[in-house]
């Protein structure tokens, strides 16, 4: 299993330029997240998916959607890009809800000039 | 929403000192976590708690569910350089959608040989 993959590792936006952040996980996994995290801080939700065609906000949801056709992805887009979301992200997965370990992707470093 | 306080920020160490850390929390969590966080990488889970007053080891660390539900502490012992890395609590509250995790602020900790 290759676990949860991200693309791209890096990116460089201008203000104002959209971007999808790809997240696949080979592992069958049901939920799948999406979380930033900023220098000297903890990872943030954004959103999540309890399974295929099911989504919903995090703590901090504004300025991105997803989306979740299947079950293996889960997208993050960016509509209109802004400074305030330089970040690293991370997607993860896990099989179920409470007691299965959550599993990270390795992140997209995503900077906003 | 929930924030967890974790301490000490950060933590400069001699290979072979003993280590300890803590979560606290304003509200009560049913599941706590402790990840660990190389530079460059997602986080990967070291120890995980699901009821309170539970004591549990993973090689040289060992973590506890304080008895209130609201605290939780990560000891590492005999440290080692390989131990350097930013360390997270998360607690999940089951019953919440997505059983989602919140996450502390980390602690960085650095190990002089």
């Known amino acids: 299993n290759a676990g949860v993959t991200q693309t791209p590792k890096f990116r460089i936006l201008k203000i104002g330029q959209s971007m999808t952040l790809q997240c696949a996980q080979d592992?069958?996994?049901?939920?799948m997240y999406w979380y930033r995290q900023d220098p000297g801080m903890g990872p943030k939700l954004i959103y999540y998916s309890v399974g295929a065609g099911i989504t919903d906000k995090g703590e901090v949801p504004n300025g991105y959607n997803v989306s979740r056709s299947t079950t293996e992805d889960f997208p993050l887009r960016l509509e209109l890009a802004a400074p305030s979301q330089t970040s690293v992200y991370f997607c993860?997965?896990?099989?179920?809800?409470?007691?299965?370990?959550?599993?990270f992707g390795n992140g997209t470093r995503l900077t906003v000039t | 929403g929930q924030q967890l306080n974790q301490s000490p920020q950060s933590m400069f160490i001699q290979e072979g000192e003993d280590v300890s850390m803590n979560c606290t929390s304003s509200?009560?969590?049913?599941?706590w976590l402790w990840y660990k966080q190389d530079p460059g990488e997602g986080p990967v889970l070291l120890i995980a708690?699901?009821?309170?007053?539970e004591l549990t080891s993973n090689g040289r660390l060992t973590a506890q569910f304080g008895i209130t539900r609201k605290d939780s502490f990560l000891n590492i012992s005999a440290s080692i350089p390989s131990d350097v890395g930013i360390y997270f609590c998360?607690?999940?509250?089951?019953?919440?959608?997505?059983?989602?995790?919140?996450f502390g602020e980390g602690t960085q900790l650095t190990v002089n040989p």
């Open positions: 592992m069958n996994h049901n939920y």
């Open positions: 993860a997965s896990r099989v179920g809800g409470a007691g299965s370990p959550l599993h």
């Open positions: 509200s009560i969590f049913n599941t």
């Open positions: 998360a607690g999940q509250v089951v019953e919440t959608s997505g059983s989602r995790l919140t």
């Open positions: 708690l699901y009821k309170a007053g």
